[in-house]
């Protein structure tokens, strides 16, 4: 059988270039308007989350590490905005279980999608493969650096259940050390003068380089290892964060700090009314299962706003308008 090709192919057509600053790499590329039309788009999609602005779209999610929310919610978002999706969640059911290069898995991957949906556990890992494809790359998080889809919505989350994003009084507890929503958000927050208040046991301090961060920004930070009621009090949010297992080249040091903080609802009783608990997710111990009856519970809501962020997130790596 033969086939008749009626128009002649041109092999290696020139792909169009996207123009700089179609990845979203790191919440250091954004500036504050950049963060600002993000979240407008995001509250377009809360009330309009359905039509058809991606479609003929093809967007990839390649996650080299476990996810549950980050994933399904960029394939949602795909989904419920006319897109297909492609990828994988498990590495080892594509080739780089074969010894395939990370930047030729980009390159291949570049041939069939618009856009790179990606998460991978080295530091860096987005920013080199967006240095190898002209097809935007957005971060789903790269080891312990950064996951600005996550802030995004954490941003999200704050500007609606406290009216503004402004001087916020905000503490992170937990994993600051390889946190890396906790790393993402006080860079972005740093738009916003904020009050930041540091909760980890000394082996998962927040890092020098963001405490550094803090002080060539004047943002007040403030740091200890006791997580009580006197920090719940004052606080308008209170970001918790997992220990993270699967972070540490010593499990004997995770051993020492992985039940260190809980949560509880009797631990809110002379919390401000405004106070919201946000949590990436997942949770292990660090908040007890009757803090999710209390009104300033948001963290699942948070998981949902994701939704509309990263909506709004693709259709800016595309050139899409929104609106
Ligand atoms: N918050 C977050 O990144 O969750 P997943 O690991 O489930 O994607």
Redesign the pocket.
């Known amino acids: 059988m033969h086939f008749v090709l009626k128009k002649k192919l041109s092999l290696n057509p020139e792909k169009p270039k996207q123009s700089m600053g179609n990845n979203f790499i790191s919440v250091t590329d954004l500036t504050k308007q950049d963060i600002l039309d993000v979240l407008n788009d995001a509250a377009y999609f809360e009330q309009h989350p359905n039509s058809n602005l991606l479609q003929g779209k093809v967007v990839a999610t390649l996650f080299f590490e476990?996810?549950?929310?980050?994933?399904l919610s960029f394939e949602t978002a795909s989904n419920r905005l006319g897109a297909r999706v492609i990828g994988f969640s498990d590495p080892n059911s594509s080739s780089t279980s074969k010894g395939e290069t990370l930047k030729d898995t980009i390159k291949m991957v570049s041939n069939y999608a618009d856009v790179i949906v990606m998460?991978h556990y080295l530091e860096g890992a987005a920013r080199y493969a967006s240095e190898v494809t002209d097809v935007p790359i957005i971060n789903?998080?790269d080891g312990a650096n950064q996951?600005p889809s996550?802030t995004m919505l954490d941003l999200y989350s704050i500007w609606k259940t406290q009216g503004t994003l402004d001087n916020i009084d905000i503490t992170m507890v937990g994993d600051l050390k390889y946190g890396r929503?906790v790393h993402s958000l006080v860079q972005a927050l740093s738009f916003f003068n904020p009050r930041f208040h540091f909760i980890a046991p000394d082996l998962l301090r927040m890092p020098h380089g963001y405490r550094d961060f803090c002080k060539t920004h004047n943002l007040y930070y403030d740091e200890q290892e006791t997580f009580d009621e006197s920090v719940i009090n004052s606080t308008d949010i209170l970001y918790m964060t997992r220990i993270q297992r699967e972070r540490f080249s010593d499990l004997r040091e995770y051993e020492q700090v992985k039940n260190i903080y809980c949560l509880r609802k009797s631990m809110l009783d002379g919390a401000k009314d405004n106070l919201r608990i946000l949590h990436?997710?997942?949770r292990v111990n660090e908040i007890a299962y009757d803090v999710d009856e209390s009104d300033k519970a948001y963290y699942f809501q948070q998981?949902q706003n994701g939704l509309y962020c990263r909506e709004a997130i693709i259709c800016r790596m595309l050139g899409i308008k929104v609106g």
């Open positions: 476990p996810s549950t929310r980050t994933r998460r789903a998080g996951h996550q929503t990436p997710l997942p998981a």
